[in-house]
């Protein structure tokens, strides 16, 4: 599986963005997806994650509210809306993908995921 992420920019405080994950492979249908993010002197860490069915998320407290993920099976790509964006948002995203034996499964941690995006930037202004 391939990854390639993109539309992030930059915004100002209180603004959106919709980044997408586009994924190759015949399979992407069983391949549960995440959202991390890396802010520069930080640790990676999680944002959001769907299941391979779409019918279950989880999202960091940090975001919930703000970012919903979303998937198209039929494009194969991964939607992270992002509301009401604020400084603190801004990192490096990346988009991460891993088999998944169960519709319903999801994963939060990074060591979970097989598959990497090469990320893009998200930068909010105040």
């Known amino acids: 599986v391939q990854l390639v992420e993109s539309g992030g920019g930059l915004v100002q405080a209180g603004g959106s963005l919709r980044l997408s994950c586009a994924a190759s492979?015949?399979?992407?249908?069983?391949?549960?997806m995440g959202w991390f993010r890396q802010a520069p002197g930080k640790e990676r860490e999680f944002v959001a994650a769907?299941?391979?069915?779409?019918?279950?998320?989880s999202y960091a407290d940090s975001v919930k509210g703000r970012f919903t993920i979303s998937r198209d099976s039929a494009k194969k790509i991964v939607y992270l809306q992002m509301n009401s964006l604020k400084p603190e948002d801004t990192a490096a995203y990346y988009c991460?993908?891993?088999?998944?034996?169960?519709?319903?499964?999801?994963?939060?941690?990074?060591?979970?995921?097989?598959?990497w995006g090469q990320g893009t930037q998200v930068t909010v202004s105040s």
């Open positions: 991460a993908a891993v088999f998944a034996t169960s519709s319903r499964y999801i994963f939060i941690t990074e060591d979970k995921y097989d598959y």
């Open positions: 492979g015949r399979t992407f249908n069983s391949y549960a």
């Open positions: 769907i299941s391979w069915s779409g019918g279950t998320t």
